[in-house]
């Protein structure tokens, strides 16, 4: 059966990473970032999360954030994020990589997680640099640095940008050491970010693909899952726990 074959493939792991995109938390009731919602049914993501979009109209790119931002800070982890944290804190996970902002997947209680694409709870100052935590979105956009009033803006990878140097370096080290990678809700067509999977496939691992559907990473996969994430790695989650309870 397959996930009996996947289950063995995590419990017997040395070095379990996941590297996780937007699939993730749909069941959380986030949209992917190229979803469409009403205004901004005409816009294009590539249009908005853009350095020269937020020069040309920064308003208009904060309305959008604040939107986003009000999904985002009103969801709450689901099944997915929950057993990814708990394989974790059983100590067969080492680290989750993910593309998302939301920061679900430490709300979960994930305590390693590398952010390449940023976090949509903070913001930084063009000017300076300053970055803060935020809990809600913006009262006043665009929002003003306290120190040097420049502008502020979401601490996200935008089109065009470089990832944080310092994360994308983690995620190299955690990728060339694990030998089974767990890609859940990724299509696996942003780049940098979707060369992890083919790292780790090219120093020997194991790569489980769990998805509703294929993906650009599904020729590479070993094990390929099709289902909701939450609730496939709900059942993930419960047959290791057997496993390692029988064992």
């Known amino acids: 059966m397959l996930l009996d074959d996947v289950v063995e493939a995590i419990v017997s792991s040395r070095f ?3 590297f996780t995109g937007a699939g993730v938390s749909v069941e959380s009731g986030i949209p992917s970032f190229r979803g469409r919602n009403g205004l901004w049914r005409r816009f294009k993501p590539e249009e908005l999360a853009t350095p020269k979009a937020f020069r040309r109209n920064p308003l208009l790119i904060w309305e959008w954030y604040r939107w986003r931002m009000e999904i ?3 969801a709450k982890p689901n099944p997915a994020h929950k057993a990814l944290a708990r394989l974790e804190s059983m100590g067969l996970l080492k680290c989750v990589i993910t593309q998302n902002v939301d920061g679900l997947h430490r709300l ?3 305590k390693c997680v590398v952010e390449l694409h940023g976090s949509i709870r903070r913001i930084r100052c063009i000017g300076c640099g300053y970055r803060v935590e935020i809990d809600s979105p913006p009262r006043e956009v665009p ?5 040097c009033s420049s502008l502020m803006r979401p601490d996200v990878v935008w089109f065009g940008e470089p990832l944080p140097e310092d994360e ?11 030998d089974t990678v767990l890609v859940i809700g990724t299509s696996g067509v942003v780049y940098p970010a979707a060369y992890i999977p083919y790292i780790v496939k090219e120093h020997g691992g194991v790569v489980i693909e769990v998805n509703i559907g294929d993906t650009m990473l599904t020729p590479i996969a070993d094990y390929r ?3 909701r994430a ?14 390692l309870k029988s064992s």
């Open 230 to 243: 939450g609730e496939v790695m709900d059942e993930i989650l419960k047959k290791v726990m057997e496993k």
């Open 16 to 18: 379990l990473i996941a």
């Open 143 to 147: 929002p003003k640095c306290p120190l």
């Open 225 to 227: 899952v099709r289902g």
């Open 108 to 110: 979960a209680g994930s």
């Open 72 to 74: 985002v800070f009103n």
């Open 168 to 178: 994308w370096s983690r995620a190299l080290d955690y990728a060339c050491r694990a």
